[in-house]
């Protein structure tokens, strides 16, 4: 069955930097769009950057402008989102979605990684 899988979240300090991944399987065709979302406590689910299947101009929430950086991997099927100097304040749950079928939306979403920054 089709599933994303989101992995690399974790405890950093102010100023470090992480690198999250989502790994798509159970499909074999590139997807269209792939994004990352973010959830905070207390907070409503914000999308954070998303990038085409071409890997043409992604856009970005203004909140993370030049401090993230998405990307992605056809041929492993895997999204990445690489965040540096990182601030308290994008403590969060990070979720990755996509466009698996090509239908214009969201249809699969992962599980969520926790990114904490203390």
């Known amino acids: 069955h089709v599933q994303l899988v989101e992995s690399g979240g974790g405890l950093v300090q102010p100023g470090g930097s992480l690198r999250l991944s989502c790994t798509g399987s159970g499909y074999s065709y590139t997807s269209n769009c792939m994004a990352w979302f973010r959830r905070a406590p207390g907070k409503e689910r914000e999308g954070v950057a998303v990038i085409h299947s071409r890997r043409e101009d992604p856009i970005y929430s203004d909140s993370v402008k030049g401090r993230f950086a998405i990307s992605r991997d056809n041929a492993k099927n895997t999204l990445y989102l690489h965040m540096f100097s990182l601030k308290t304040e994008v403590t969060a749950a990070y979720y990755c979605?996509?466009?698996?079928?090509?239908?214009?939306?969201?249809?699969?979403w992962g599980q969520g990684t926790q990114v904490t920054v203390s």
């Open positions: 979605a996509s466009d698996i079928l090509w239908v214009g939306k969201f249809d699969f």
